[in-house]
């Protein structure tokens, strides 16, 4: 949504919006000269032409329910997004279940180090964009294509990345088999669509795909375009040889950590590289990226009598994700892994609890916090404690300040604290930094 005031200021229209939050974001917004009022409000859109709004709000907020009475035109995020694409001749659309925010940032480091000039729209922030967004030329737009609520029904694209595809947004979707027809729809009208080959579900979603799929593998798949082969870890951070249909390109290094993030990148570079950009920009590029905000993030230290805790923010509220942000952690040597994990929506907690709960086994010491409702109301029998009584070992400590204080009590030096989830424990990071 910042992305999109910044956007539309920047075409000339006076824009306003709100939030329940101060942050970051919304102060660069405001030293842009736009209005944010703090908390939703009817009287907020008395004086506006359109409203625009996330899929994360719902009729019942004042602010739709009085621009619906004063018939005030009502678009969603997705809908607005997709007219201002419109105006680009190249449109590359970054979809799956994981991962977005991480290859469209790569996306973006790649496309600059090739001095492409692109226009970036990102749900994370990221070095080399202004906070989420880059506003460039109108050859290149690269952006996120979320699948929730089907908004990257809305998109145009010209190439269609899709990274994988697991079950989520169960307040949505019935089952997998609705998400792969999704994510099937939102390729239709591209011309390329870059695919995670070693991801059944992707290949199901590409099978009656009119154009072009260029296939990517980290596994040895056999009928991989783009491959990643003699893949070695230091420090957690993989290093792998390009290979494009059988031909070694280079070798590449990458500065983040985690299997993940290298089925990202061969995502990132297949695209770039299909598109025509040369491949030392692209390992360039590659190389450079350092990851973006709340994605493995190292916040700080936290002192101790004993020593230094390094302290790490995640936003992975998945149990695909929560499982491999945790592998990743194991992979760096520190002594014992601290995961403070923030169970998001009750939906999610309550279909798929039991995924959770494997995933956190991955940590030495796991404390949960309560459920982060988001847009959902509780459900009834669902909270961290069901979590918690399957964890052997798990706290489950409500008060972030408590939190806090009990890791400064029993965290000690050569271990690292990581804060998981897509709510704001990321506060207990910054407490203990």
Known sequence: MSSLAAVSQNHGYEVSGSDMNDSLVIRRLRSRGITIFSGHEASNVDDVDAVIYTAAVDGTNPELARAAERGIPCITRAQYLGGIMQDYSHRIGVSGTHGKSSTTSMLTSIFLAANANPTIFCGAETEGLDGTFRVGSTKW??????????????????????????????????????LVKSFAKSIEGADIAVANWDDENVRRATEKFGGKVIKISVSGHPDADYAAENITYERGMGAFDWLCRGEYIGRVQLAIPGQHNIYNAMCAIATAHSLGLISADIIRGIEAFRGTKRRFERKGELITTSGAVDIFDDYAHHPVEIEATLQAAAKLGYSKVWCIYQPHTYSRTKHLGAEMVEALRLADEVILTDIYAARETPIEGVSSHNLAADLPGARVISSFADIAEYIRQNARAGEMVITVGAGDVVKVADMLV
């Open 141 to 178: 737009f690269i952006y996120e294509s979320c699948e929730h609520k089907d908004s990257f029904l809305q998109f145009s694209p010209t190439t269609s990345v899709i990274l994988n595809i697991d079950l989520d947004h169960v307040d949505y979707f019935a089952d997998t088999g609705a």
